[in-house]
T-cell receptor, first 116, second 109 residues
Framework: GAVVSQHPSRVICKSGTSVKIECRSLDFQATTMFWYRQFPKKSLMLMATSNEGSKATYEQGVEKDKFLINHASLTLSTLTVTSAHPEDSSFYIC????????????FGPGTRLTVT | RKEVEQDPGPFNVPEGATVAFNCTYSNSASQSFFWYRQDCRKEPKLLMSVYSSGNEDGRFTAQLNRASQYISLLIRDSKLSDSATYLCVVGRSGQNFVFGPGTRLSVLP
């Protein structure tokens, strides 16, 4: 159980375009989803936390107008990187937490974004 | 000071060795603690939760010392497949996770 999927797994886009990444919890309802980014050989950095049906909470330094997060249902959250630039190239990983009292988060397989 | 600190390694150990990692955290109000493992270019996977009483899962033992604010992970009888980066993860208020930078382990044949 506790499977999280992400789509696409890899995407290459041109500067100035927007890219949408989907995160789905396949076998449980995710009350909270988290979006992280990871640069090579660096740790995961939390970008934002989203609760179903409400606005995402962004970490300091993360531009909410650039990284649009939508958590429209209990099984789907999307991250849209708007007007992408080469410095946005990174590994984006989502995680999800369900209704249980456990704090455990289950991670999606990640999306590798390359902006040319 | 970073909120979660780990020795980045790498730790290069022979198969069968016992290896231990430590992690320190600065926020005394931290509520939950985990060890995750991350393989190269893959997502982190939960290895084990860390409880106040400590816990053991096969060859892996995790300990929590709240007074000194550190967490440890002990791996016995290392296997080649244990080679990975081990991430110390601390849950803070609001249940957000803070990740340590990770400790790289290479188990050598």
């Amino acid at each position: 159980g506790a499977v999280v999927s992400q789509h696409p797994s890899r995407v290459i886009c041109k500067s100035g375009t927007s890219v949408k990444i989907e995160c789905r919890s396949l076998d449980f309802q995710a009350t909270t989803m988290f979006w992280y980014r990871q640069f090579p050989k660096k740790s995961l950095m939390l970008m934002a936390t989203s609760n179903e049906g409400s606005k995402a909470t962004y970490e300091q330094g993360v531009e909410k107008d650039k990284f649009l997060i939508n958590h429209a249902s209990l099984t789907l959250s999307t991250l849209t990187v708007t007007s992408a630039h080469p410095e946005d190239s990174s590994f984006y990983i989502c995680s999800a937490r369900g209704w249980t009292s456990s704090y455990e988060q289950y991670f999606g397989p990640g999306t590798r974004l390359t902006v040319t | 000071r970073k909120e979660v600190e780990q020795d980045p390694g790498p730790f290069n150990v022979p198969e069968g060795a016992t290896v231990a990692f430590n992690c320190t955290y600065s926020n005394s109000a931290s509520q939950s603690f985990f060890w995750y493992r991350q393989d190269c270019r893959k997502e982190p996977k939960l290895l084990m939760s860390v409880y106040s009483s400590g816990n053991e899962d096969g060859r892996f033992t995790a300990q929590l010392n709240r007074a000194s604010q550190y967490i440890s992970l002990l791996i016995r009888d290392s296997k080649l497949s244990d080679s990975a980066t081990y991430l110390c993860v601390v849950g803070r208020s609001g249940q957000n996770f803070v990740f340590g930078p990770g400790t790289r382990l290479s188990v050598l044949p």
